[in-house]
């Protein structure tokens, strides 16, 4: 065919030779669609951006944006891979991740298994509840009000205006450190410690890191009950990843008219520090140990550190992993359309296991890069996991919750014995020398089962944050939204097309399922 066109001269022999050199590929549709979910949101964005004074561009546009092509079949791979392998079973349905650089930069996004069985983009437009990824947003707010990761809390009944969240099978965990209790997503903790420094307070951490939908003030909040978004978490988590400072996720760089005229070009900001130093360096520490020592230890890296939270909601509704290595935050979701309970399935299972196949392959080949955190404290002999209790859960199987409190299993211990207990002993061992503890702790005696002691939620207490910090909910600097990248060409709509829906509404709009999960 080739040899007939350059005879016919429909293209010169170069052309021709070119052209067998680099044959056509046949690509999976479903993968090239799978970049769809990214394009339609960085689509969105660009028009944003080169509008002026609310009026769309009528002409076409290019736009460079920040989609990693590699990152983003593979994130697609991982999901659809491990929810083909387990997700029947699991009765789990569909997903979400979000790959995002430090910065903000968005290098992938995918909203579900299959864009051509359903657009909706659950990355960006659906809202659920987050479970314990939402606790480091208590500690965070108790680490600004002088409470230290190794400061020691005795886990025990709770009452809570006759609220009483619970623990994983009812499992006990004495005295403990801080660091311990969100590294094994003790409910009832951390539970107590969003009443020890008010619930606004939480609330105002929470919103400055990135945290953009409305969240409840209640008790329950402090264990993950109030809605949000897998950007949201990736953004939120992208401020402990970055040192502190807060973080606007982009997917556009630079946006050009068909004649070339640069429409909008990021510019690089100027940095907003929303955490101290100091107190990021201590919640980054804690949530390391998640990986390494807690409920997060399927996600591990070899060769690279890696910190993060796993969250799961009562009767396995939402299963999530967020974490971050030196180069990626990233966000795992799993869940179903219609929000039909899971099987079993936690954070530190499905989720996790998506989040490490990606993170290896984003990782491959680059230089391993240590965490900035606080260093491990000197080790001390105080026991203080209960070790009659097994396996070390963030759960809630079979204990009673108020509709939507977390409830989170570390399931990687699970089958450690025939009895069902785990070596707590050896987990403790790794705890003393990460985080240490007052030598005057370890005389005091493990406290004997007590009876739950009525307590009353305290006024929430107005902690401000620093001056120099911004207010919660700030939009990003001027020219916050340049790396040169492949263009899209976004045509415009004719005149009369009306606007379209709006995708930030779960309950509106063509895109939003009204089915079961798509299985």
């Known amino acids: 065919v080739l040899d007939a066109m350059v005879e016919t001269g429909a293209i010169t022999q170069a052309q021709a030779d070119d052209a067998k050199a680099h ?128 400061d020691v809390r005795t886990d025990g009944p709770v009452d809570i205006n006759g609220w009483s969240p619970t623990n994983y099978g009812h499992r006990q965990y004495g005295t403990i450190t801080l660091a311990e209790a969100l590294a094994h997503s003790v409910n009832t903790i951390t539970a107590g410690l969003g009443q020890e420094v008010g619930i606004s307070t939480v609330i105002e951490a929470a919103k400055r890191c990135g945290i953009t939908s409305p969240l409840e003030q209640n008790a329950a909040l402090a264990l993950g009950t109030s809605d949000v978004t897998p950007i949201e978490m990736t953004a939120a988590y992208g401020a402990f990843a970055s040192g502190g400072y807060r973080v606007y996720p982009y997917y556009v760089t630079e946006v050009d008219d068909p004649s ?30 998640v990986v390494t020592g807690g409920t997060g230890r399927a996600a591990l890296i070899p060769g690279h550190e890696a910190a993060g939270k796993t969250g799961t909601t009562q009767d396995y509704h939402d299963a999530w992993f967020v974490g971050f290595t030196a180069d990626y935050v990233t966000t795992v979701w799993i869940g179903n359309d219609d929000s039909s309970p899971m099987k079993n399935v936690t954070g530190g299972t499905i989720p996790a296991t998506i989040w490490h196949d990606v993170m290896v392959y984003a990782e491959k080949g680059l230089p391993s890069k240590p965490l900035d955190r606080s260093p491990p404290q000197p080790a001390t002999e105080i ?137």
């Open 23 to 150: 044959p056509a590929v046949i690509s999976d549709p479903a993968i090239v669609d799978s970049r769809n979910f990214f394009l339609d949101t960085a689509a969105d964005q660009a028009l944003q951006l080169a509008s002026v004074n609310g009026q769309q561009p009528a002409s076409d546009l290019i736009v460079h944006t920040t989609l990693d092509p590699k990152l983003q079949d593979a994130a697609r791979h991982a999901l659809v891979r491990v929810l083909n392998a387990k997700g029947a079973k699991a009765h789990a349905g569909q997903g979400a991740v979000v790959m995002m650089k430090p910065d903000g930069e968005v290098v992938a996004l995918v909203g579900g298994r299959d864009y051509d069985a359903s657009s909706f983009n659950r990355a960006t437009q659906a809202r659920r509840q987050p479970g314990s990824s939402f606790k480091p947003f208590v500690y965070l707010a108790a680490l600004e009000n002088g409470i230290s990761p190794w």
């Open 260 to 289: 070339g005229h640069i429409l909008y070009k990021r510019q690089t900001p100027q940095p907003q520090r929303v955490i101290a130093s100091h107190v990021d360096k201590d919640l980054v520490a804690m949530l390391y140990g």
């Open 383 to 519: 026991t203080s996991l209960d070790q009659t209790m097994g396996i070390d859960t963030e759960s809630g199987d079979g204990v009673t919750l108020p509709s939507g409190v977390s409830e989170d299993e570390d399931q990687s211990d699970q089958g450690s014995s025939e009895d069902g207990n785990s070596s707590n002993a050896n987990r403790s061992g790794f705890f003393d020398w990460l985080f240490g503890r007052d030598r005057q702790q370890q005389q005091q005696q493990q406290q004997p089962q007590r009876a739950p002691q009525s307590q009353a939620v305290p006024p929430p207490r107005a902690f401000p944050p620093p001056a120099a910090y911004p207010p919660p909910n700030q939009p990003p600097p001027s020219g916050y939204y340049a790396q040169p990248r492949p263009p899209m060409v976004i045509h415009a709509p004719p005149p009369d097309q009306p606007p379209p829906a709006d995708y930030n509404d779960d309950e509106q709009g063509p895109h939003h399922p009204d089915g079961g999960p798509d299985n």
